[in-house]
T-cell receptor, first 114, second 108 residues
Framework: DGGITQSPKYLFRKEGQNVTLSCEQN?????MYWYRQDPGQGLRLIYY???????QKGDIAEGYSVSREKKESFPLTVTSAQKNPTAFYLC?????????????FGPGTRLTVT | QKEVEQDPGPLSVPEGAIVSLNCTYS??????FMWYRQYSRKGPELLMY????GNKEDGRFTAQVDKSSKYISLFIRDSQPSDSATYLC????????FGTGTSLTVIP
C-alpha cells in the first residue's frame, strides 16, 4: 500500500525541548516537503528536498532543521528556537509525470508545545 | 499581493446543490493547477489537477482554468454531505503555492 506516513499523529512537548517529526514515503518520489498549517494561514513551506543529501529552506525555515539521508525519509526537527511551534505539520512528496507535477500529502502530525 | 487568493468561506449549501469554488492568482508563469480536499484533522487529498487552460471532468467534479483571467474553479455537482471539507487550490511553476482553503458544509 503506497503512501506517506507521518508519526506520531499527536505530539506534546514542553517548551525548550527539541522534537523530531517522522516522515516516510514508499512512492519512490524524489522530492519531499514539510509544511506548517495554521488556521486561516494556509500551508507554509518550511523545507524541501529534491534529492538525497540536499535540501533547501522554504519561507519559514527559522527554528527548524531537516535531513535527507535516504530517499524514503525526510525527518523534521522543531528546535527550541522556533518561537511558536504549536501547529499542524504536513509532509508531502511529489513527482514529475509526463510534464505534470503531482504532490501528495501525509496524514499530518499535530504538535502542541506548552 | 499574495500569489494565490481564495475566499475562505465558510460556504454552506443544501445536499444536491452545485458548488462553485474559486481561486485567483497573480503569477502568469503557473502552468499546473490542482485542487485538494482536506477533512478535519487530516492531510490534504489530491482531487484533480489540470495543465494550462481548459476543463477537466472527473465524476461529479469539474476543474476549470482560465489563464487569461488568472482564475480557476472547481465545480461539484449533486453535492453530498461527504463533500463537507476544506478545499485548497494549488499551483505550480518551480514551487507549489496554495490558497488558504474554502470551508464547505453540505447540509443533508
Amino acid at each position: 500500500d503506497g503512501g506517506i506516513t507521518q508519526s506520531p499523529k499527536y505530539l506534546f512537548r514542553k517548551e525548550g525541548q527539541n522534537v523530531t517529526l517522522s516522515c516516510e514515503q514508499n512512492l519512490n518520489h524524489d522530492a519531499m516537503y514539510w509544511y506548517r498549517q495554521d488556521p486561516g494561514q494556509g500551508l507554509r513551506l518550511i523545507y524541501y528536498s529534491q534529492i538525497v543529501n540536499d535540501f533547501q529552506k522554504g519561507d519559514i525555515a527559522e527554528g527548524y532543521s531537516v535531513s535527507r539521508e535516504k530517499k524514503e525519509s525526510f525527518p523534521l526537527t522543531v528546535t527550541s528556537a522556533q518561537k511558536n511551534p504549536t501547529a499542524f505539520y504536513l509532509c508531502a512528496s511529489s513527482i514529475e509525470r509526463l510534464g505534470s507535477y503531482e504532490q501528495y500529502f501525509g496524514p499530518g502530525t499535530r504538535l502542541t508545545v506548552t | 499581493q499574495k500569489e494565490v487568493e481564495q475566499d475562505p468561506g465558510p460556504l454552506s449549501v443544501p445536499e444536491g446543490a452545485i458548488v462553485s469554488l474559486n481561486c485567483t492568482y497573480s503569477n502568469s508563469a503557473f502552468q499546473y493547477f490542482m485542487w485538494y480536499r482536506q477533512y478535519s484533522r487530516k492531510g490534504p487529498e489530491l482531487l484533480m489537477y489540470t495543465y494550462s487552460s481548459g476543463n477537466k471532468e472527473d465524476g461529479r467534479f469539474t476543474a476549470q482554468v482560465d489563464k487569461s483571467s488568472k482564475y480557476i474553479s472547481l465545480f461539484i455537482r449533486d453535492s453530498q454531505p461527504s463533500d463537507s471539507a476544506t478545499y485548497l487550490c494549488a499551483m505550480n511553476s518551480h514551487q507549489f503555492y496554495f490558497g488558504t482553503g474554502t470551508s464547505l458544509t453540505v447540509i443533508p
